[in-house]
């Protein structure tokens, strides 16, 4: 994945601190107004509730939720983390997400400018944060936004190439030199079909030869439907290094977990009573109930994603220079 060239219209604008400093700073207060959707999202999408009405109000006292109270980030702040008539805890999940979501954006135009390639990963990185969030809180990657997602990611190889050669490797080896139509269009969009298909399979394949050995599912074709959506964006190079990274992630992750479940005696009181009843020592049965907690794979795909469109363009910039 190569830099987007500075947008032409930069070149209008002054080539001052200021400007340097109003771009970006505008690009965080619309990300953080773009994370506060995300937030309705993530909140009522798995509920299968609307996302446009009614309005946001308190789960408890059902009070509409003022504007002042709700502007992202800093309505939670005022607030101290609390609703305004029945103090109600909020989540700081909330400003967590708006904050991010600013962060982001002010990094995607850092990493490539004002384009449509910055279009692409602005639509990209709030279906992953929407999605992420949502894997870790309920277990869940809804289809809303997985669907739409892939439909996006299709779309947007037409207008934005995906830089990924293995379309035009496969045609090359398949023995085709010549096109009569427009072949970067055409890989661009084969590499997004290609992706969608790689990242998505690549997972089912796995899924099923888990269930195969362990006879017992592994994850769920929610993680499958979620890589298709990835693959669409990044392509079938793009969507290997995802799982590889998302995978990598997991495991480190959750066997540090593991162990920090089994050192603070989670469950303590389950394996005494098993070992009680001759199920085996206390220290192995905790190790065995530890060993059993599933973290959410689509959470670290997510992050996995992210890395691939973020991280790795910067470190092959550093590479290259």
Known sequence: MRHAPPHPALSLLPACGT?????????????????SFLNVCISRIPEGLSIVSPGSRCPR???????????????????????????LPISPMYPLVEFATGLVFVLTYYEYGV?????KWLIF??????LVVTDFRVRLLP?????????MGLVLAFRVPIADSTAGTLFFLLGFRKFPFQ???????LNAVLGALVGSMLLWSAAALYKLVRKRDGMGMGDVKMMAMVGSFLGP???FLTILLGTLFGSVIGLLWIAILYLIGWKRAVAERAAKRGMGSVSAIRWTIAS????????????????????????LSLVNQ
């Open 19 to 35: 400007v340097n400093t109003v771009i970006p700073f505008f690009f965080f207060l619309f990300g953080i107004a773009i994370g």
């Open 61 to 87: 006292c059902l009070k509409p939720i003022k504007p002042y109270d709700n502007i992202p980030v800093l309505g939670w702040l005022l607030l101290r983390g609390k609703c305004r008539n029945c103090a």
């Open 115 to 119: 384009s449509l390639l910055t279009l």
């Open 125 to 130: 990185s709030c279906l992953i944060i929407v």
């Open 143 to 151: 289809d809303l936004i997985n669907f739409p997602g892939l439909a």
């Open 183 to 189: 072949a970067d269009l055409f890989f661009s969009v």
């Open 237 to 239: 190079r793009g969507a």
């Open 292 to 315: 059993q907690y599933q973290l959410p794979l689509g959470t670290f795909l997510g992050i996995g994603a992210m890395a691939v469109a973020y991280a790795l363009p910067w470190l």
